[in-house]
């Protein structure tokens, strides 16, 4: 099976607040097949799409802030729509108690409404705080308990679930074909809670198992939905961390027997 591998845009902020052509250029010539958003740069949806589709990348994915999804909820849906987005996802919203965790739920619930008859999935992208346990569960588990979209998306982060202690192999497989599109982000061995130490180690040089991620997606019928990669910080120059990244993946990509 072919590796479908996007890139997280939020990984090279500073380079899109340059240029956004420029850089997504870059993008594509380290190998990426699409992009997942965290703000679209002041284009309008027609004029983005556009530039993706003369680079050769799929406008694949975008978090959108909760408080878009929230207050503006049909101006995100219009946008996802006529960008061609595969994937909307909540990248993080507040979940200290039940009611935080019942009006996310809410929220997400409502967009999904919208979003589902365009073909378009909707989702929740965890952090580790998520993995805090609430009345004995993951806060994570109470809040996709309450999501009423029967495909919903699970959003799991492989660095922050891993971060937060879990047995992120197990957890993943749980979650079935809620699972994915997953981030890939790497988690150094010498990480430490509380501090940026172990969170900008590149794909492939950390602890995440991505080869048995990678197997468990196969054997549950979410790898054809792909990866993103997602990169906290950079011990070499970006766009060389990110080209290497790529490879390692498509290296390590589970083949059809």
């Known amino acids: 099976m072919k590796a479908r591998i996007a890139l997280q845009l ?13 850089t997504l250029k870059k993008v594509k010539a380290c ?3 699409g992009v997942e958003f965290a703000g679209y740069y002041g284009y309008p949806a027609a004029g983005l799409k556009q530039l993706l589709t003369d680079l050769g990348l799929e406008p694949y994915s975008s978090h959108v802030p909760f408080e878009i999804l929230r207050d503006h909820t049909d101006e995100a849906v219009d946008y996802a729509r ?3 987005l595969s994937y909307v996802i909540c990248p993080g919203a507040p979940l200290n108690d039940q009611e935080d965790i019942r009006q996310t739920a809410a929220v997400l619930n409502k967009a999904a409404q919208k979003l589902s008859p365009l073909g378009i999935g909707c989702g929740y992208h ?4 998520e993995f805090d346990q609430l009345d004995g569960q993951y806060i994570e588990d109470l809040l996709l308990g309450q999501l009423s979209d029967p495909d919903y998306i699970a959003q799991i982060d492989t660095c922050w679930i891993a971060y937060a202690g879990v047995d992120y192999l197990t957890y ?6 809620h699972a994915g599109p997953l981030h890939f982000k790497e988690l150094g061995a010498g990480f430490k809670r509380g501090s940026q130490t172990g969170l900008d180690v590149e794909v492939g040089r950390g602890i995440i198992d991505f080869p048995g991620v990678l197997d468990i997606m ?3 019928g979410t790898l054809e939905r792909g990866v993103i990669i997602e990169q906290e910080g950079y011990q070499d120059e970006p766009f060389a961390v990110l080209k290497r990244s790529v490879d390692y993946l498509r290296g390590i990509w589970p083949q059809e027997a």
């Open 126 to 129: 965890n952090h580790f705080h």
């Open 218 to 220: 196969r054997r549950n």
């Open 10 to 22: 939020y990984s090279i902020r500073e380079f899109l607040e340059q240029d956004v052509a420029g």
């Open 82 to 84: 006529e960008l061609g």
């Open 31 to 33: 190998g990426f097949d």
């Open 172 to 177: 993943i497989d749980r979650q079935g074909r």
